[in-house]
């Protein structure tokens, strides 16, 4: 019998119990949607986190006192040990790096700023070397200037803000020449950062930029800074790493066995971090709901037994006229494998539409624009998985139905 | 019902017996020789037939009648390849019947055997054409090929404008005139009927014995199962069975 008679077959039966098949996949159904669904999120989280984190720019990296991940409490109280950055470190780095383009530093605290009687609580206030805003990604203002040298050099009280504060403190009115409070120091707007949204509800736009040396007048030089550099091109990324690394190493007069006692991140790190903590959900997540597939795949099997049961007497006639073991055989596990393939089929229209629910939630809560997209080798893993499934569950059934006496089978009412 | 089947206990083939193609040189369509057939039911040992021999020639209608419990039904499933004798030998069309596997038992009923059965055994979801057509497909035919032969079928019992009715569409009458149909479009040695008419009511039945006569007389065999002498009357030859043996072989005219 060609596979397209048994297909007819199988779904013509498929059909005349319309409720019970579709009681019968569920379980496959649920296990189907919830991997597809799990992996187009995971995916979407992933292209959402490289989005924001590398646009810190790819090219960029650096060197801090304190590692950007922190996993336990032993390990904060020994990076605190650790040596503070400081300004002169990025002197030497900016002498000796000349893979490095652009070299910069930034120093910050959390604070709250004021202007006249208007308050706006934890703001970045950073202090920043003049390129900081060419370093990584460019940002751009939507009024007013940057911070330039000789604001660095004279220590000028100028302040560029972000978004958010000058939504607090000026609204629709002009924030440039206005002056706003740290601290009771006065410092003069000159300028306005553009909007960059939120990363996981926390906002991008909520700072003041200070020139670093302005900053250190108000809070003091005892403070780490970060140095931010970037390499000339992407190849020279490793090589300028390096290059920054060797200077902080003999500024340490660190030995050949001694760990680095700081810390160069990129956004790469973050990255890493993020994926394999990712990748441990994804594991697990797949394993949880293989389960389902499987408590899916028993539900199948005991359904065509019934179906078995019900049909040996059709069974009987197909032997009769002519039928041979491998025809019956053929024919239940087309149909258990069909049965099977149709709730992963519409497993995958059921994680579809809850991937999109859930990246549309999600985009609402992290105020970001996040999809969950739905990938082709998901679609073809889980029809391939629920098919086999339905293999294995029927292979038992089937074979009870092809070893069936056709004079015992014919026999039964 | 659990009985096993005893599987031949010996070369029950006596040494004297003519090779296969002897069977079509006597001129024999069927040829039954000794056959037992011995269920075990727990220490039990149940013969259901006890030695039963047999010729029946191409184009003959034969009736086999018996009480229940005769054997009849067993002697029934051996004429139609569905079971194999526990000893014996059963020779169709020159082919040694009662030493072939599961395999070829079933690629000899496709070809072989056209059955109607009592209940009709329709597939209830399937069109009159499809049913006709299911022996076809088992036998590895083409498409095309079914669909011309399957409607050829059903046009000689007269049902050409109720192909795609389905079985619960049709009247009784017209529903074993499809299981005819569906028995004869392999175009088979011997048309094996249990108890056509069981099921059908008297002018019906008659409508079905008439069609059977029709097909005797297109030189079809015919091997009828029954325990009514009504329906027996229209076969030319009558075998009665009784405790696995036969009783008695009469031909009329």
């Known amino acids: 019998m060609p596979f397209s008679e048994a297909a007819r077959i199988a779904m013509s039966a498929l059909r005349a119990n319309k409720l019970r098949s579709f009681l019968t996949v569920l379980g496959i159904l649920i296990g189907v949607s919830s991997v597809v669904a799990v992996v187009a999120i995971t995916e979407g989280l992933d292209r959402y986190m490289a989005n924001q984190v590398l646009s810190l720019g790819s090219r960029s990296f650096s060197v801090q006192k304190m590692p950007d991940i922190i996993t336990s409490r032993a390990m904060w109280l020994e990076m605190q040990k650790r040596k503070d950055v400081i300004l002169t470190d990025m002197d030497a780095v900016k002498a000796a790096c000349d893979a490095c383009g652009e070299v910069g530093a930034l120093v910050q605290v959390t604070r709250t700023v004021k202007h006249g009687r208007a308050k706006q609580p934890d703001v970045q206030v950073m202090g920043i070397t003049e390129n900081f805003s060419r370093i990584g990604s460019v940002r751009d203002l939507i009024s007013g200037r940057q911070l330039i040298a000789d604001d660095v050099d004279t220590a000028r009280p100028v302040a560029v803000i972000g978004a958010d504060v000058m939504d607090a403190f000026f609204g629709e009115t002009e924030p440039l020449g206005k002056t706003i409070l740290l601290d009771n120091h006065e410092v003069r707007v000159v300028g306005v950062a553009d909007r960059k949204g939120k990363i996981f509800g926390e906002s991008q736009d909520n700072f003041v930029w200070l020139p670093i040396t302005t900053w250190r007048k108000f809070y003091g030089t005892r403070r780490s800074i970060i140095i931010q550099a970037e390499a000339r091109t992407m190849d020279l990324m490793d090589t300028a790493q390096d290059q920054a690394r060797v200077v902080m190493r003999a500024r340490h007069h660190l030995g050949f066995a001694k760990p680095d006692d700081f810390s160069i991140e990129t956004g790469e790190t973050v990255m890493d971090f993020w994926q394999s903590a990712t990748r441990g959900i994804y594991v697990v997540t797949i394993v949880v709901t293989a389960m389902s597939l499987i408590i899916g795949g028993v539900v199948v099997m005991n359904i065509m037994l019934v179906s078995v049961t019900e049909r040996i007497r059709e069974i009987g006639v197909r032997k009769a006229l002519g039928a041979r073991r491998r025809d019956i055989l053929r024919q239940f596990l087309v149909e258990s494998v069909l049965l099977s393939a149709l709730g992963g089929a519409l497993g995958i229209v059921g994680a579809t539409a809850f991937s999109m629910a859930l990246a549309a939630v999600l985009g609402g809560i992290m105020s970001a624009d996040f999809s969950a997209p739905v990938r082709l080798w998901a679609v073809s893993l889980a029809l391939f998985v629920s098919s086999l499934v339905g293999l294995v569950a029927g292979i038992y059934p089937a074979s009870r139905a092809a070893s069936l006496d056709p004079v015992v089978a014919l026999r039964n009412e | ?253």
């Open chain 2, 1 to 253: 019902m659990s009985a096993d089947a005893v599987p031949p206990s010996a070369p029950a083939v006596p040494p004297s017996a003519p090779p296969a193609a002897a069977a079509e040189a006597d001129g024999s369509l069927i040829r039954a020789e000794d056959l037992w057939r011995t269920y075990v039911m727990g220490a039990e040992e149940i013969h259901a037939l006890r030695g039963v021999s047999f010729t029946i020639a191409p184009n003959e209608y034969v009736a086999v009648m018996g009480p229940s419990g005769s054997g009849k039904s067993t002697l029934m499933n051996l004429i139609g390849c569905l079971d194999t004798p526990s000893r014996g030998r059963y020779v169709l069309r020159g082919k040694v019947v009662s030493e072939m596997n599961d395999n070829e038992l079933a690629a000899i009923r496709n070809r072989e055997i056209g059955f109607v059965f009592q209940t009709f055994n329709l597939l209830p979801r399937a069109t009159a054409l499809h049913n006709v057509e299911l022996p076809l497909v088992y036998a590895g035919i083409p498409k095309d090929e079914r669909m011309e032969r399957a409607r050829r079928a059903l046009a000689m019992v007269d049902l050409a404008d109720r192909m795609t009715h389905k079985p619960n569409e049709l009247s009784g009458g017209q529903r074993q005139r499809v299981a005819v149909a569906r028995a004869l479009v392999m175009g088979p040695a011997i048309l094996l009927a249990d108890e056509p008419t069981g099921n059908l009511d008297t002018v019906t039945g008659e409508e079905i014995m008439r069609l059977f006569e029709k097909l005797h007389a297109e030189g079809n065999t015919i091997i009828l199962v029954t325990h009514e002498k009504d329906v027996a009357d229209h076969a030319q030859r009558t075998i009665h069975i009784r405790d696995g043996k036969i009783e008695s072989d009469e031909k009329r005219r």
